[in-house]
């Protein structure tokens, strides 16, 4: 489509939408913080005091895949979920425009 036929709205999320895509990493799961037990006999977590632990999962093939992500990687791995939900944001948005001049193509019929 042409430039001129796009809302604001859409000419913007297409211009937010092509460095994300083009040159960044991005990672569609679910982050979820979890409390676990390290195993180590004389820690706080035996006496109940858990750690924190945060773990990525994803449904892919029909199944659930899960992923520990260690404290250091943690940023990085917020960062590009984050990313992923900007990119999906903007498709929203193009979308929705897409679906509003169908929907007015129609009627003129």
């Known amino acids: 489509m042409r430039p001129a036929g796009m809302t604001r709205v859409e000419r913007e999320s297409r ?39 945060l773990v990525l999962t994803r449904r892919r093939g029909g199944r659930t895949e899960q992923l520990h992500v260690p404290k250091d990687l943690e940023p990085g791995a917020h960062l590009l979920v984050d990313r992923y939900r900007e990119i999906q944001d903007h498709l929203e948005r193009i979308s929705a425009a897409a679906w509003d001049r169908l929907k007015k193509k129609k009627k003129k019929r």
């Open 15 to 53: 211009s937010r939408l092509k460095p994300l895509i083009s040159h960044e990493e991005f990672l569609h799961a679910t982050p979820n913080l979890r409390q676990v037990s390290c195993g180590r006999p004389n820690c706080k977590c035996r006496r109940g005091e858990k750690h924190s632990a």
